[in-house]
């Protein structure tokens, strides 16, 4: 009697004769629809399959990619650029950061730069969908909504599709990042939803947009926000004290730390590696600092309160009231604020779309189209 399991195991042994022998003729497997974000400080990229979206992680269990770029001579760490927001760019080919390493151009363009950024996504995804090789993926990508006139959109989607076409990727539409956002609510098949307001409180740049819904498609009505404030807003000079015994970017660290444990939590603590000798500091120790949110909100109130300006700015533009609003979409890490959250709340008579990681709906919204 022939035992089960061998069968079993012939038998998938044979399948896998069969995948590899197709996959050297050039078959890869099915193309697959993707949702990407290309964003200014994250980046992230997401699959609909059958109706579910999923947000993919890296090799090391990541869903936002840092979106910056080492350039490295011989493996050592050289330069290091923050991505250009290609939102801003005029998609002129001869704008480019001067680089002097061995091995690399001489000028080094926002496109390509965005190329980097994407390569490693679609790395990620390949990755994530067991595919070796893919000829190119079905991509929404995505562009920042433009606040000023200095960012025409025909430039914004001419250098955001070429950073994707260099990476192999087949760029089947080009979405702003409200409209993603919304449609990862479902907001489009709701029937008494036209008027949307999405919250877009990033790492680099705090957005405000006004949407409206016309037979299940959106219109960006007005945008308005501020291209200096972030999440990532660093301290003015009159946060700072004259003497700290951390630095620059110890002092970073901290504000970061204690933003996010406290938009969790009531209280929190950070910490950073003494630098300079400063009174009772000895250079190598850690430095601990213990805040209350309350304690928090009451230090950052003037930041805070800079974030409701753009809301007001968009609803007294179009001579409307935050009643005329039928839903309000967080989008993200510092939308997650809870002194953000309670304003909007009190602003608008309803809690906020957020139970979409506001780090990744944006993402999740253009695989969901892809759908």
């Known amino acids: 009697m022939v035992n089960a399991g061998t069968v079993l195991f012939f038998v998938s042994a044979v399948f896998g004769a069969i995948a590899v022998f197709l996959a050297r003729s050039g078959h890869l497997g099915k193309e697959h629809l993707v ?21 993919m992680p890296d090799v090391h269990g990541h869903l936002l990619l840092p979106s910056v770029v080492a350039f490295k001579p011989n493996g050592a760490e050289a330069a290091l650029y923050d991505f250009p927001l290609l939102a801003n760019t005029t998609g002129d080919s001869h704008v480019c950061f001067g680089l002097n390493l061995p091995g690399h151009p001489s000028c080094i363009s926002p496109v390509d730069i965005g190329y980097y950024v994407v390569k490693a996504l679609k790395e990620t995804a390949m990755a994530f969908l067991g595919h070796d090789q893919v000829p190119g993926f079905g991509t929404f990508c995505l562009v920042r909504v433009c606040v000023t006139e200095t960012c025409p959109d025909a430039s914004q989607r001419k250098a955001t599709v070429a950073a994707f076409e260099r990476a192999g990727l087949k760029v089947r539409n080009v979405l702003v990042e409200p409209t993603a956002a919304a449609l990862a609510y479902g907001l489009h098949t709701k029937p008494n939803v036209h008027y949307v307001l999405v919250f877009d409180f990033g790492g680099g740049t705090l957005d405000v947009s006004l949407l409206y819904l016309q037979n299940g498609s959106f219109q960006v009505m ?3 926000g501020d291209n200096h404030l972030g999440g990532r807003e660093p301290p003015t000079s009159g946060d700072m004290p004259d003497v700290f015994p951390c630095t620059a ?7 970061e730390q204690l933003k996010r444990r406290l938009s969790f939590a009531n209280d929190g603590e950070a910490s950073c590696v003494v630098q300079q000798a400063v009174g009772e500091y000895v250079v190598g120790d850690t430095l601990r600092l213990r805040m209350t949110r309350a304690e928090w909100e009451e230090l950052c109130l003037p930041t805070l309160q800079r974030t ?10 179009n001579m409307m009231t935050a009643g005329d609003v039928d839903e309000v979409v967080l989008v993200g890490g510092s939308s997650r604020i809870p002194w953000i959250q309670g304003q909007l709340t009190e602003m608008f008579g309803r809690a906020p779309n957020g139970h979409i990681d506001p780090d990744v709906a944006v993402a999740v919204g253009a695989a969901r189209l892809a759908h």
């Open 249 to 255: 970017a110890g002092v970073r660290g901290v504000a």
């Open 35 to 55: 949702g990407i974000d290309l964003g200014t400080t994250y980046s992230v990229v997401a699959v609909n399959r059958h109706g579910n979206v999923t947000v």
């Open 308 to 317: 409701m300006e753009p809301v007001k700015e968009v609803l007294v533009g």
């Open 222 to 224: 007005d945008t308005a």
